[in-house]
């Protein structure tokens, strides 16, 4: 059992095929739970409509999808009567503005069939600006950063962390630098909680987040010193 508030963020760490993405799918009902309930507001998400309850959520996932279209129509999938100003706006939180000023063609750009034209760092950050724009109720980031190089993940973020300080915010990662700054962290294993608390207490307790955290950031000169 995990209750997240208005406004706070949880990230779910933990080993592959434990469970995590498996949770963030049965929030917008890509399937639903065979025991339980998941509640949006004390309501069983059963019970609430379909396309009500995906529209109030926003998901970047490790695999960005963008039509054969320009930048801006691909935005405007999500909310097809914005303005350039607010688009232009979502771009500027999700880290992309400068790469769109720079374009010959700026929103006009054309990205190519899902995206070929552009890096995968650029069509991860113009997929959290369609979630931006989209303006969800809940936002979640699923293993968002995965398989960018160290300059593109800094980049994304960059955008993420402004993002999940004011935003109800479910983040999904295999790398914990990015899950750092979330309220509380789950550690799924096993298709349980197996642990939850702050990045700090966590290393110190000496469990599995700690033996993932190892992993990642051991430094064989520092032992040394």
């Not at 607010?86 to 790469?99: T, V, Y």
């Not at 968002?144 to 109800?168: G, V, W, Y």
Request: aromatic fraction near 6%; proline fraction near 3%.
């Amino acid at each position: 059992n995990f209750e997240l508030k208005s406004g706070h963020s949880i990230a779910l760490v933990g080993p592959s095929g434990s469970g995590k993405s498996t949770i963030a799918n049965l929030i917008p009902r890509l399937y639903d739970v065979n025991n339980g309930k998941i509640t949006l507001d004390g309501v069983d998400v059963r019970a609430l409509d379909l396309a009500w309850l995906r529209d109030k959520i926003g998901i970047v996932s490790q695999e960005t999808y963008l039509f054969n279209g320009t930048i801006r129509e691909n935005l405007l999938y999500a909310k097809p009567d914005a303005t350039d100003e607010e688009i232009m706006e979502a771009c500027k939180k999700a880290n992309i503005e400068d790469f769109i000023l720079n374009q010959e063609n700026g929103l006009d750009t054309m990205v190519g069939n899902r995206g070929l034209k552009l890096s995968g760092g650029e069509k991860q950050r113009l997929s959290i600006a369609r979630v931006l724009l989209k303006d969800p109720a809940l936002l979640i980031f699923d293993e968002a950063t995965a398989s960018l190089d160290s300059i593109s993940e800094k980049k994304i973020q960059d955008a993420i962390n402004p993002i999940i300080d004011s935003r109800t915010s479910i983040l999904i990662a295999h790398r914990l630098s990015t899950i750092l700054a979330a309220d509380e962290i789950l550690v799924i294993r096993d298709g349980v909680i197996a642990e939850r608390g702050v990045h700090a207490d966590l290393v110190k307790a000496g469990g599995t987040y700690a033996e993932l955290y190892e992993t990642q950031f051991y430094r064989p000169d520092e032992e040394q010193e």
